[in-house]
């Protein structure tokens, strides 16, 4: 780890510290603020904001300093962050400069549902990058949990609220879990998409979200059960949100992270959408059922859309699973082609040439076949390496191995066998039509020059060695390995004879 990272590090950790501290102290004073208001007003209306200027500054800053996707979320999230600062100062201000109570609805309300309206998009832009296919799986899946999350926010949160005419204030009070339930999708959306690798300020800001609207969501539940007690132990929610936004922040504006990247599909995972949203609708339709002895129509509906939802992201789900299946048998087959293929010339590489020798040796023992080898080797490849450089030898190599390619046929296996040397392998072929393809090799060879890239064109030539043996049928073979080195001395002949030149091996003895 270099010393920059370390120093990261470092401050991260005084950072985590110094965000649980401050939890800590903010409800050790809310504990202790309970029958004293002049305390009550400088915890909840001071020191309360002081995560939440903290976060603002930090995501003003990150968003200067970051580029890209990450930009663009901590963008959105400094205007939601701000909205939310000011939205917080109107309501602290009110208990120092007025009477502590606010109209409803209040411009404070306006910068709440402003913050929280900001927050969708950036959640949408920060967690972004898994795939059309799965983002509408995701979507599906969002969709699951929010007619289940609404339908159990209509049932225990929002038809208690609505009784009579609904005015601003009220309607201002749905507004809030409606947002809540927004930014919950928001969340399983780019929760259920799947990613790995996930930046740890994306991570952060996604638990600091999650923190708010579980906390809103308590709020809520409060107010229609018993009325909102300011001092709660709830505000110590908001408190952790705040907090974690900071971290987000810091972590943000002083490391560069990498984009988010989709994972692939937990199948146990998948069916919670499902079974979230199939049991919320079926405890809806029995509460309906117990308040008005009824189902609603509203309720049918409810769960005729979980049952069509349910059925299109099944298929959603296989076709995504079958294209990962696609995906990674191509990448099976493509290691695969890899480990038998050199890299530079395309050609089948030492360790295949070998194993497929063998299994020819094999058949032609039991058969009485003739196998031929016939080993290349360009003359004077080190000079063009050390005139043009290993560039201009590498395209000399690429050329060469396509003619040797076109002057073979379809039946033989040519292979790198390493440097500048191919080996040819001839099943079922004897001494005559051997030297014969070696010739055409070694002819279109030289037939004219090889284009260089940045370099005249040049000629080469190619000395061969050919080696012939047959076997007795139904005999196990000796050593293959034996005919690619009698191939490889009656090559040094060809080069001691004076180079471009084909010659063949004195015959492998046969095996009995």
């Not at 949100?241 to 992270?257: F, I």
């Amino acid at each position: 780890m270099g010393e920059k990272a370390a120093r990261r590090v470092v401050t991260g950790r005084v950072a985590a510290c110094l965000g649980a501290g401050w939890l800590l102290c903010y409800a050790v004073l809310v504990g202790a603020a309970k029958g004293s208001p002049a305390l009550e007003r400088f915890v909840t209306d001071g020191l309360y904001l002081v995560p939440i200027v903290s976060s603002a500054v930090l995501s003003v800053v990150a968003a200067r300093r970051l580029r890209g996707r990450g930009a663009g979320m901590w963008r959105l999230l400094a205007a939601s962050y701000a909205a939310q600062l000011v939205g917080e100062v109107i309501w602290s201000s009110s208990s120092y400069l007025g009477d502590g109570e606010l109209p409803q609805p209040s411009a404070a309300d306006a910068f709440y549902l402003i913050a929280s309206a900001l927050a969708v998009p950036a959640i949408l832009v920060g967690f972004g990058g898994a795939g059309l296919l799965r983002q509408l799986r995701g979507l599906l899946d969002a969709f699951l949990i929010m007619l289940g999350a609404g339908a159990l926010g209509w049932t225990f949160l929002l038809s208690p609220q609505l009784t009579g005419s609904p005015d601003a204030a009220v309607l201002v009070s749905a507004a809030y879990p409606l947002l809540d339930l927004v930014l919950l999708t928001c969340l399983a959306v780019v929760g259920f998409a799947g990613h790995r690798g996930l930046p740890r300020s994306t991570a952060l800001v996604g638990w600091s979200v999650g923190v708010l609207v579980l906390s809103d969501i308590g709020y809520n539940y409060l107010v229609v059960i018993r009325g909102f007690d300011v001092y709660d132990w709830l505000t110590v929610g908001w408190q952790a949100s705040a907090v974690l936004a900071s971290l987000a922040g810091l972590t943000a504006m002083r490391s560069r992270e990498s984009e988010p990247r989709p994972q692939a599909l937990d199948r146990n995972l998948t069916l919670l959408p499902a079974w979230f949203g199939a049991l919320a609708t079926f405890t809806c339709l029995v509460v309906d059922k117990i308040r008005t002895d009824t189902v609603s129509v509203a309720a049918l509906m409810t769960t005729g859309g979980m049952v069509i939802a349910v059925l299109v992201r099944q298929y959603l789900f296989a076709t995504d699973r079958t294209r990962l299946a696609r995906q990674l048998q191509a990448a099976v087959a493509e290691q695969q082609r890899l480990a038998v293929t050199d890299g530079l010339t395309g050609l089948y590489n030492r360790r295949h040439h070998t194993e497929m020798l063998r299994a020819e040796a094999e058949r032609a023992a039991l058969t009485g076949r003739p196998l031929s080898v016939v080993v290349v080797d360009l003359d004077h490849f080190k000079q063009i390496n050390d005139t043009y450089g290993h560039p201009a030898g590498d395209a000399v190599l690429v050329h060469a191995a396509e003619r040797i390619r076109r002057a073979i046929r379809a039946t033989d296996l040519l292979a790198r066998y390493g440097g500048e040397e191919f080996v040819v392998l001839l099943p079922d072929t004897a001494a005559p039509e051997a030297m014969e393809i070696a010739e055409r090799v070694r002819t279109r060879l030289a037939a004219g020059p090889i284009p260089l890239p940045q370099h005249p064109a040049v000629t080469v030539t190619a000395s061969l060695g050919v080696a012939v043996s047959q076997w007795v049928p139904g005999t196990v073979p000796g050593d293959a390995l034996a005919l690619v080195a009698e191939a490889d001395r009656a090559l040094y002949k060809a080069k001691a004879a004076g180079r471009n030149l084909t010659v063949l091996a004195t015959p492998v003895p046969v095996v009995h």
